[in-house]
């Protein structure tokens, strides 16, 4: 009998944290917010995020080519559901309608900051199989460093890695 009611307890207390996690998108994407920059060649790229609310992260992916900002994709995360969602669009191509990334997979650390649990580290994996490249898009986020990997390799050994830093 205890053993059955500590089981539905750790179950109970589960659900909970699952269910929270779904409900703010601030909790897991408040390290987010804010400009990344990733270096390449004489030039510079940056990506750069704004938490709107609890339900929404608006992003962009900015060149800087020769002096000037150039827009090259418009970002999303939506909280819709209960489910995070991850659009992209590119600027120029197919209509710059967006592409839908549904979150599958979800993996945190946490640490206690001013005497309060936050999430030190938060990966999550975006995943559209029905669409041509990239399929999965996964983002690790860590207070100060941001790392975007993005395939069709379902294992995400290959395809494209950016590291970017504060």
């Known amino acids: 009998m205890i053993k059955n ?6 179950l109970s207390i589960c659900l909970c944290s ?5 409900e703010n998108l601030y909790a897991y994407f408040g390290n987010l917010e804010g400009t990344w920059k990733l270096a390449t060649n004489n030039d510079a790229s ?4 704004k938490i709107v609310n609890d339900t929404l992260a608006e992003g962009g992916i900015w060149k800087n080519s020769k002096g000037q900002k150039i827009q090259v ?14 659009e992209r669009s590119r600027i120029g191509q197919k209509e710059n309608l ?7 997979r979800i993996f945190t650390t946490k ?14 994996v975006f995943i559209n199989a029905s669409h041509d490249y990239p399929q999965y898009i996964r983002y690790t ?3 100060g460093s941001l790392v975007v990997k993005a395939g069709n390799d379902g294992s995400m050994k290959e395809g494209a890695s950016y590291s970017y830093g504060r």
């Open 46 to 49: 940056y990506e750069e995020w």
């Open 111 to 124: 640490e206690m900051v001013s005497g309060k649990e936050a999430h030190a580290q938060v990966s999550m």
């Open 5 to 10: 009611s500590l089981t539905i307890l750790l």
């Open 73 to 86: 994709e418009k970002l999303r995360i939506v909280l819709k559901n209960g489910d995070f969602l991850y």
């Open 98 to 104: 967006p592409i839908t990334y549904k979150a599958e």
């Open 18 to 22: 699952y269910s929270q996690r779904r």
């Open 141 to 143: 986020i860590k207070p």
